[in-house]
Nanobody
Framework: VQLQASGGGLVQAGDSLRLSCAAS????????MGWFRQAPGKEREFVSV????????VYADSVKGRFTISRDNVKNTLYLQMNSLKSDDTAVYYC????????????????????WGQGTQVTVSS
C-alpha cells in the first residue's frame, strides 16, 4: 500500500493550493480517505474526511468553508483544495486511508486510519 501526497509548497496568505494523494494498493472509493496536518511542536490534527460509500465530507472547524476534499475514482487519487490560506494552515499535510464497514461512519482520530502517506509541506507566509 502506498499513499503519495504532493502539491505542497510556499504560498502567501490568501493564495490557494491543491494537494493530491495518489493511492496504490488501496482503492480510494472503498476506504474512508482523510487529510490530517501537523504543525511544528503540535500534535497531528484532523482536517477532513470523505467517506467511502455515502461520500459524506466532514471538515475541521478551522478549515470549513475554505477547504474542499474530493476524490477521482478513475485516477484513484484523493484531493484537498485549499483556498484563502492562512499562516495557521502552515503544516505538513498527510493523507490517510481508513477501513470502515459502514459506508457512512467516519472518525476524526488518527488512530482509526490504517495507511498513511509521507506528508507534504505547506507553508503560508503572512
Amino acid at each position: 500500500v502506498q499513499l503519495q501526497a504532493s502539491g505542497g509548497g510556499l504560498v502567501q496568505a490568501g493564495d490557494s493550493l491543491r494537494l493530491s494523494c495518489a493511492a496504490s494498493g488501496v482503492t480510494v472509493s472503498t476506504y474512508n480517505m482523510g487529510w490530517f496536518r501537523q504543525a511544528p511542536g503540535k500534535e497531528r490534527e484532523f482536517v477532513s474526511v470523505l467517506t467511502w460509500s455515502s461520500g459524506t465530507t466532514v471538515y475541521a472547524d478551522s478549515v470549513k468553508g475554505r477547504f474542499t476534499i474530493s476524490r477521482d475514482n478513475v485516477k484513484n487519487t484523493l484531493y484537498l483544495q485549499m483556498n484563502s490560506l492562512k499562516s495557521d494552515d502552515t503544516a505538513v499535510y498527510y493523507c490517510a486511508a481508513g477501513f470502515s464497514y459502514s459506508g457512512s461512519s467516519y472518525s476524526t482520530r488518527s488512530g482509526a486510519y490504517n495507511y498513511w502517506g509521507q506528508g507534504t509541506q505547506v507553508t503560508v507566509s503572512s
